[in-house]
T-cell receptor, first 115, second 116 residues
Framework: GQSLEQPSEVTAVEGAIVQINCTYQ??????LSWYQQHDGGAPTFLSY????GLEETGRFSSFLSRSDSYGYLLLQELQMKDSASYFCAVRGSYMIYNQGGKLIFGQGTELSVKP | DGGITQSPKYLFRKEGQNVTLSCEQNLNHDAMYWYRQDPGQGLRLIYYSQIVNDFQKGDIAEGYSVSREKKESFPLTVTSAQKNPTAFYLC???????????????FGNGTRLTVT
């Protein structure tokens, strides 16, 4: 099966940089995704890494190291509106029956941005 | 505008009653999913469907049932067998994952179910 670990909460101040880590265990790997969810709202897709390295999208970047089964989401120039929960997710292995279509989420990291 | 519609936003039921949550999408997506979210928790997969007339159990399917008779619709029934049904339910869709490993999920705004 798949499992993901990420910190439960992180606090930072406006304008700062914060890194949210995610370690995963999977029997097959098809990329690491990140989603943002504001309180009570719908999760929205942020980024996807299939290969090692850094992917940058504006103030947000996501990094992947497949050899370490590790990735992180980097948020720069933090704004109050970035206060939300952030989830990493991996897709199930096609090699295992009934796993290939599943997207499995971590428990989420609640980011609080302070003035 | 294309999107996913979940209705109603809030739902209240008495214990012992079955209840059906609606999920409709007009994104022409093949795959649809149901997740459950409890306070302060991640998203746990209940059921998913990759194509019409086919669906698979997720990690917590017990006490739930689904149907996929139309591409646009994937209703979830929370049965009286579900021991702890009060939760936030999220429906999502994506393009067929086999066409691209990066098939991001598009989520609806959720239905908050309270059973007393």
């Amino acid at each position: 099966g798949q499992s993901l670990e990420q910190p439960s909460e992180v606090t930072a101040v406006e304008g700062a940089i914060v890194q949210i880590n995610c370690t995963y265990q999977t029997s097959g790997f098809y990329g690491l995704s990140w989603y943002q969810q504001h309180d009570g709202g719908a999760p929205t897709f942020l980024s996807y890494n299939a290969l090692d390295g850094l992917e940058e999208t504006g103030r947000f970047s996501s990094f992947l190291s497949r050899s370490d089964s590790y990735g992180y989401l980097l948020l720069q120039e933090l704004q109050m509106k970035d206060s939300a929960s952030y989830f990493c997710a991996v897709r199930g292995s096609y090699m295992i029956y009934n796993q290939g279509g599943k997207l499995i989420f971590g428990q989420g990291t609640e980011l609080s941005v302070k003035p | 505008d294309g999107g996913i519609t979940q209705s109603p936003k809030y739902l209240f039921r008495k214990e012992g009653q079955n209840v059906t949550l609606s999920c409709e999408q007009n994104l022409n997506h093949d795959a649809m999913y149901w997740y459950r979210q409890d306070p302060g928790q991640g998203l746990r997969l209940i059921y998913y469907s990759q194509i019409v007339n086919d669906f698979q159990k997720g990690d917590i399917a017990e006490g739930y049932s689904v149907s996929r008779e139309k591409k646009e619709s994937f209703p979830l029934t929370v049965t009286s067998a579900q021991k702890n049904p009060t939760a936030f339910y999220l429906c999502a869709s994506s393009t067929q994952y086999r066409s691209s490993y990066n098939s991001p999920l598009h989520f609806g705004n959720g239905t908050r179910l309270t059973v007393t």
